[in-house]
C-alpha cells in the first residue's frame, strides 16, 4: 500500500522529495496534476529532472492547461509583450516538460498527456498533439485511474489554525477531491503530494483538506512562487454586443454559468448594465434591435438575484457579485466552482474576503458541477432557470459548434466541460445553453466568416444545438427544422457573407430557393455594431476594461493599434505607415513605451511609423 493515514513528510527541497516518491513508489512513476494554476510546479520539476537524466526511470504525466507566459511572435509582440511579461510572471516557475516539449526534446522514458491545451498552445507542436487525450472533463478522472496514478502533485494553501482541515485545495479541488474519495474507499492508491503556496487563497467548504490525507508536503521560501496571473482581455464592441444579447437570455432568480475571456467579462458587465443602469441598458438592446416587448427578453432588475454552478470560477462572477447580482444562495453559497485561474487582483480578493464572505464561494468537484448525478432532485431544484453561456470559435449553419479544433485533426485547447453543460441545458427543466463567438475573424487583412456551410471538426453536434449568439443578435435554434435553423443563423451572420452561404444551402437543398434574408439583418456589420454601441463605449457605459486591467494607460491605448497591425493586409500597413510618417502627433508616451522614441535604423522607423498610424486610426 502506497498510502498511509499520518502526518505527512514535510520537505524543504523538492529533489529529496522527489528521492521520497521515487523509493516509495519505485521507478514507474504516474504524475496526475490538476489543470492551470493548481500544479505543484517544484515537484513536477524535480521528478521530470530525474527522469531525464536516469533513463531506469519512467514517468508519465497527466496534466491539462499548462501555464506559461504569452510568447511573442514578431517584434513588436516582443516589444510590447516582454515588459509586461516581466512586471507580471517574474518569479513564475517554467514547467521543464513544457520547455521540453517546445523543444521536441522529451526523453523516450517520459510521456506527457494533456486533455485540455492552453488555446493554440501546441498548434505547432506534434509531440503535444500526438499526445493529447480527447476528454469530457468530467471522464478525465477515469482516464487518471486506468493510467495507474500512483502520485498526485498539488499546489495547496496551508493555515496551521484551521484545525481540523489546515489544508485547502483552493483553485483545484476538481479532480483531486473524487480521487481522495476513492482512495479514502479504497478504489484507489497513490501518494498525495502538496506544495504549499502563501498566495494561494484558503477556501473551506468541500476544498479544505485534513494533514493526514497528504503524504508528502513541499513547504519551504525557496519554492514560494508567484501565482500565474494572466492580465483581463481587453473588451471590443463586437464583445460587447454579444454579451448584450447574452445578458438579455438571464432570468432572476436563476442559475448562471459563463465563460473565461473578453466575451465572459461582455456578458458580465451587460449583466452590471441591466442591474445598476436599467433604462441604459433597455436603451442599448433596442439600439441593437431587440424588440422591448417581446416576451423572451428579459430586462429586469435582479432581485432574487443569480447562483452560479460553472466549472470555472471566472473572475466576473466575482464582479457579478461585488455588484449585487450573485446572491441566491444554495445550501448558504452564490457559487459551486470547480477551478479558477485569474488576475493579481482576482486572487488578492480572495484573500482578502471577510470569511463570512468567502464562506459563500465553494470550489468543489467537477463532478458535482459538471453533472446532474448523484443527488440529481436537489440539484436540479437548485439549479432552476438556468443559463449556461460558452464561447466557441466557429459554428455551422445547421447548428454544429467548432470550439476545440480544426479540420486538420489539430487540437487549439479541448472540450474542457462544454458538453457537460450543454447537456444540463436540455436536462434541467427552464434551462438553456447558448454559444458565443465572433461572427468573423480577420488575420493578414483577410476576413473570414466564423459561420460555415460546413467544417471538417464539430465539438458539439447539431442535434444538441440550442442558442448560438454572435454580435448580431441571437438564433433561437433548439427543436427548430434544418431550413428554420438556416434562416436563424443567417440572420447573425456578417452581411458580407450571407449570399455565399445562402447559396450553399440552397443548392442542397436546405433551404427553398426562393428564400430571401429579411431587411432587418441585412446590415450586419462592424461599422453597424459601431454605431450601435461607440456613443455608450464614449459615455462610459462600455469601457475596454470594465472591471480594471493590469495594463498601463499606455498600454491600453497601444493594445487596439497593434490589433490592427496583426490583422492588417499589406496594402493596409502601408497606408498606416504611411499615415504614421505625416502625421503631426509623435505618440511621444507610446513610442517611449515601444522603445522607439529615438529609431535606429529603419526597420525602428518603420515600426514607428506603423504605430502612430494605427494610433491615428484608432482616434
Known amino acids: 500500500m502506497i498510502h498511509t493515514s499520518s502526518a505527512p513528510a514535510i520537505f524543504d527541497d523538492p529533489a529529496r522529495l522527489a528521492d521520497a516518491i521515487i523509493a516509495k513508489v519505485g521507478k514507474t512513476i504516474v504524475l496526475a496534476m490538476p489543470l492551470g494554476l493548481g500544479k505543484a510546479n517544484h515537484i513536477a520539476n524535480a521528478l521530470y529532472d530525474k527522469a531525464a537524466t536516469d533513463p531506469s526511470l519512467k514517468l508519465t504525466i497527466f496534466t491539462a492547461l499548462t501555464l506559461e507566459p504569452p510568447r511573442a511572435k514578431s517584434e513588436l509582440e516582443h516589444r510590447f509583450l516582454d515588459p509586461i511579461a516581466q512586471r507580471l510572471f517574474t518569479g513564475y516557475p517554467a514547467l521543464h516538460y513544457a520547455a521540453a516539449i517546445h523543444k521536441g526534446q522529451v526523453p523516450p522514458n517520459i510521456t506527457i498527456n494533456e486533455f485540455f491545451f492552453e488555446a493554440g498552445q501546441w498548434l505547432g507542436s506534434p509531440y503535444a498533439q500526438q499526445h493529447y487525450i480527447s476528454a469530457n472533463y468530467t471522464h478525465a478522472l477515469h482516464y487518471v485511474l486506468d493510467r495507474g496514478v500512483n502520485v498526485v502533485g498539488q499546489l495547496v494553501a496551508h493555515r496551521a489554525g484551521e484545525a481540523p482541515h489546515?489544508?485547502?485545495l483552493s483553485c483545484n479541488p476538481d479532480l483531486t477531491i473524487d480521487l481522495l474519495k476513492l482512495r479514502r474507499d479504497g478504489k484507489a492508491d497513490f501518494l498525495f503530494c502538496g506544495q504549499i503556496n502563501s498566495e494561494l487563497p484558503f477556501l473551506k467548504n468541500d476544498a479544505a483538506v485534513a494533514a493526514d490525507e497528504f503524504d508528502v508536503v513541499l513547504d519551504s521560501p525557496a519554492t514560494d512562487f508567484p501565482l500565474f496571473a494572466p492580465p483581463?482581455?481587453?473588451v471590443a464592441l463586437a464583445d460587447y454586443a454579444a454579451g448584450l444579447h447574452a445578458a438579455s437570455t438571464v432570468p432572476d432568480g436563476g442559475t448562471l454559468q459563463i465563460g473565461i475571456g473578453s466575451m465572459g467579462d461582455a456578458v458580465a458587465q451587460g449583466l452590471v448594465l441591466r442591474q445598476q443602469r436599467n433604462a441604459d441598458f433597455c436603451r442599448l438592446l433596442a439600439t441593437l434591435g431587440h424588440d422591448p416587448d417581446s416576451a423572451a427578453v428579459r430586462t429586469e432588475p435582479f432581485d432574487a438575484g443569480l447562483y452560479s454552478c460553472t466549472e470555472m470560477f471566472v473572475e466576473g462572477l466575482l464582479d457579478?457579485?461585488?455588484?449585487?447580482?450573485l446572491k441566491r444562495e444554495v445550501d448558504g453559497v452564490v457559487l459551486h466552482g470547480g477551478f479558477f485561474v485569474g488576475s493579481r487582483a482576482f486572487y488578492r480578493a480572495l484573500r482578502d474576503m471577510p470569511a463570512e464572505t468567502a464562506a459563500k464561494f465553494c470550489m468543489t468537484s467537477i463532478s458535482f458541477v459538471n453533472e446532474i448525478y448523484h443527488d440529481e432532485d436537489k440539484k436540479r431544484r437548485a439549479r432552476v432557470k438556468a443559463r449556461f453561456l460558452n464561447d466557441a470559435m466557429m459554428a455551422t449553419l445547421l447548428g454544429d459548434v467548432v470550439s476545440d479544433g480544426l479540420e486538420d485533426g489539430r487540437i487549439v485547447s479541448g472540450v474542457g466541460g462544454q458538453y457537460n453543460f450543454i447537456a444540463q441545458g436540455f436536462a434541467l427543466d427552464g434551462a438553456r445553453s447558448a454559444i458565443l463567438l465572433h461572427a468573423t475573424r480577420t488575420a493578414k487583412g483577410k476576413t473570414q466568416s466564423n459561420i460555415r456551410w460546413r467544417y471538417g471538426h464539430t465539438t458539439i453536434p447539431r442535434h444538441l444545438r440550442d442558442m448560438i449568439i454572435t454580435e448580431y443578435g441571437i438564433a433561437d435554434i433548439r427543436g427548430k427544422t434544418d431550413r428554420d435553423v438556416i434562416a436563424a443563423v443567417l440572420a447573425i451572420t456578417?452581411?458580407?457573407?450571407?449570399?455565399?452561404?445562402?447559396?450553399?444551402?440552397?443548392?442542397?437543398?436546405?433551404?427553398e430557393r426562393g428564400y430571401e434574408l429579411p431587411k432587418s439583418a441585412r446590415d450586419n456589420t462592424p461599422d453597424a455594431v459601431a454605431r450601435a454601441l461607440k456613443p455608450a463605449a464614449d459615455a462610459g457605459l462600455l469601457p475596454t476594461f470594465p472591471f480594471g486591467s493590469d495594463f498601463t494607460d499606455v498600454e491600453q491605448r497601444l493594445i487596439p493599434a497593434l490589433e490592427t497591425l496583426k490583422s492588417a493586409s499589406l496594402g493596409t500597413l502601408v497606408s498606416l505607415?504611411?499615415?504614421?510618417?505625416?502625421?503631426?502627433?509623435?505618440?511621444?508616451?507610446?513610442?517611449?513605451?515601444?522603445?522607439?522614441?529615438?529609431?535606429?535604423?529603419?526597420?525602428?522607423?518603420?515600426?514607428?511609423?506603423l504605430i502612430r498610424g494605427a494610433l491615428a486610426q484608432r482616434q
Open 232 to 234: 483581463r482581455e481587453p
Open 166 to 168: 489546515p489544508f485547502s
Open 320 to 325: 457579478l457579485h461585488r455588484a449585487g447580482i
Open 577 to 609: 505607415a504611411f499615415r504614421g510618417l505625416s502625421g503631426a502627433e509623435d505618440h511621444a508616451d507610446c513610442m517611449e513605451r515601444m522603445g522607439l522614441a529615438r529609431p535606429q535604423g529603419i526597420a525602428d522607423h518603420l515600426y514607428a511609423w
Open 494 to 511: 456578417d452581411s458580407r457573407f450571407q449570399d455565399e452561404l445562402l447559396r450553399q444551402a440552397k443548392d442542397a437543398g436546405k433551404i
